[in-house]
């Protein structure tokens, strides 16, 4: 078969070049099921992975941005806005009250002035926008571009001199950086315009926390936060709030917090599933509910808590299944790549024995 071809995510922790192999492993032990719950959806890959391989589909993420994404990706099957439609968003329109969030309370943390004026008027022109399928093309477009243009792609950080004044070195690229928004649009159009296509099932995209997501399918996959055991831990919040902030923009002003260098926007701001503390009892809570579906969890082998402690968590709830535990091989993430000692493991508990 052909390789599948998946769109470029920047997101951390993405599945991105580890999503084939672990479709592998399942595909390996023989099991058979039709539909994919893809609690932590993130970009979504696997579950674009899982809609190409014509699973019906169901992507979960609690962010609102996320979930954006995943819906144009998984549950829509055409991007319906053009090149030129998307330029003109970046246009005031005449009479308009437009709001100046971003350029009054980021100068100089993201983005630069011209920049935050864009992110301004494209936002509420895309808010203005009727058609859903035009719309969440927009916010595809903006949300990867603004990704992108950030060093490490990441916003917990108030590191806008880091883009202006960089002089070259062993990560980040200059020259994307730079790039504008209507050169980037014109790409993840593009992107769009290859990657969005029709399976033939009735997918779906919701917004919940994986806790509080009701919605079912024979197979669920588990792609929790990871906490390293070497460094204290951001949360996904903490580098993704400022999207989560475009993607709710009228609640923007009310979830500043002030007192942080970043100006994080807490919309969204949830504790579930980031406390290394509460996590097993939460993950414990999360397979019972799902009892009836086939378990696949990704994890990586040093973090906390570990993946033989996960293992055992599965085995417990689960005492008359099996557990697999594949190591998918060495890779590195972008803010860690020197440690190869790094390895992906899946965690794989099913209804019968195999």
């Given at each position: 078969m052909p390789e599948i071809k998946l769109?470029?995510?920047?997101?951390?922790?993405?599945?991105?070049?580890?999503?084939?192999?672990?479709?592998?492993?399942?595909?390996?032990?023989?099991?058979?099921?039709?539909?994919?719950?893809?609690?932590?959806?993130?970009?979504?890959?696997?579950?674009?992975?899982?809609?190409?391989?014509?699973k019906q589909v169901t992507y979960n993420d609690i962010f609102s941005f996320n979930t954006a994404i995943g819906k144009k990706l998984i549950q829509h099957n055409s991007n319906e806005l053009t090149y030129e439609e998307a330029i003109s968003l970046l246009e005031p329109q005449q009479g308009y009250p437009y709001q100046k969030i971003i350029q009054e309370n980021f100068q100089n943390i993201y983005f630069t002035d011209t920049e935050n004026r864009q992110i301004d008027i494209f936002i509420q022109n895309a808010n203005l926008l009727e058609n859903e399928n035009k719309k969440l093309s927009a916010y595809y477009i903006l949300f990867q571009s603004c990704i992108i243009k950030r060093p490490y792609n990441l916003f917990h950080r108030n590191n806008l001199s880091m883009r202006l004044n960089y002089n070259g070195g062993s990560f980040g690229n200059k020259k994307t950086w730079e790039r504008t928004f209507e050169e980037l649009f014109l790409r993840f159009l593009n992107e769009l315009d290859e990657f969005t296509f029709d399976n033939g099932r009735n997918n779906l995209a919701v917004n919940f926390s994986a806790a509080d997501c009701l919605e079912t399918a024979d197979l669920v996959y588990i792609d929790p936060p990871y906490f390293s055991s070497s460094r204290n831990h951001t949360t996904y919040h903490s580098k993704y709030h400022f999207l989560e902030g475009l993607a709710n923009y009228n609640r923007i002003l009310e979830h500043i917090n002030h007192t942080k260098n970043n100006r994080e926007i807490t919309i969204n701001k949830s504790d579930q599933f980031e406390k290394p503390s509460t996590f097993l009892t939460e993950l414990e809570q999360l397979i019972l509910r799902h009892n009836e579906s086939i378990i696949v969890i990704s994890y990586r082998n040093n973090g906390i808590p570990s993946v033989q402690s996960i293992s055992d968590l599965l085995v417990r709830c689960r005492p008359d299944r099996q557990v697999f535990t594949l190591d998918l091989g060495l890779y590195g993430y972008a803010l860690n790549k020197g440690n190869q000692f790094n390895n992906e493991f899946l965690i794989i508990g099913t209804n019968d024995p195999i």
């Amino acid at each position: 078969m052909p390789e599948i071809k998946l769109p470029i995510t920047r997101y951390y922790g993405s599945k991105r070049k580890l999503v084939g192999r672990i479709w592998n492993e399942i595909e390996n032990l023989g099991l058979e099921f039709d539909s994919v719950l893809d609690l932590f959806g993130g970009t979504a890959i696997f579950s674009y992975y899982s809609k190409v391989k014509g699973k019906q589909v169901t992507y979960n993420d609690i962010f609102s941005f996320n979930t954006a994404i995943g819906k144009k990706l998984i549950q829509h099957n055409s991007n319906e806005l053009t090149y030129e439609e998307a330029i003109s968003l970046l246009e005031p329109q005449q009479g308009y009250p437009y709001q100046k969030i971003i350029q009054e309370n980021f100068q100089n943390i993201y983005f630069t002035d011209t920049e935050n004026r864009q992110i301004d008027i494209f936002i509420q022109n895309a808010n203005l926008l009727e058609n859903e399928n035009k719309k969440l093309s927009a916010y595809y477009i903006l949300f990867q571009s603004c990704i992108i243009k950030r060093p490490y792609n990441l916003f917990h950080r108030n590191n806008l001199s880091m883009r202006l004044n960089y002089n070259g070195g062993s990560f980040g690229n200059k020259k994307t950086w730079e790039r504008t928004f209507e050169e980037l649009f014109l790409r993840f159009l593009n992107e769009l315009d290859e990657f969005t296509f029709d399976n033939g099932r009735n997918n779906l995209a919701v917004n919940f926390s994986a806790a509080d997501c009701l919605e079912t399918a024979d197979l669920v996959y588990i792609d929790p936060p990871y906490f390293s055991s070497s460094r204290n831990h951001t949360t996904y919040h903490s580098k993704y709030h400022f999207l989560e902030g475009l993607a709710n923009y009228n609640r923007i002003l009310e979830h500043i917090n002030h007192t942080k260098n970043n100006r994080e926007i807490t919309i969204n701001k949830s504790d579930q599933f980031e406390k290394p503390s509460t996590f097993l009892t939460e993950l414990e809570q999360l397979i019972l509910r799902h009892n009836e579906s086939i378990i696949v969890i990704s994890y990586r082998n040093n973090g906390i808590p570990s993946v033989q402690s996960i293992s055992d968590l599965l085995v417990r709830c689960r005492p008359d299944r099996q557990v697999f535990t594949l190591d998918l091989g060495l890779y590195g993430y972008a803010l860690n790549k020197g440690n190869q000692f790094n390895n992906e493991f899946l965690i794989i508990g099913t209804n019968d024995p195999i």
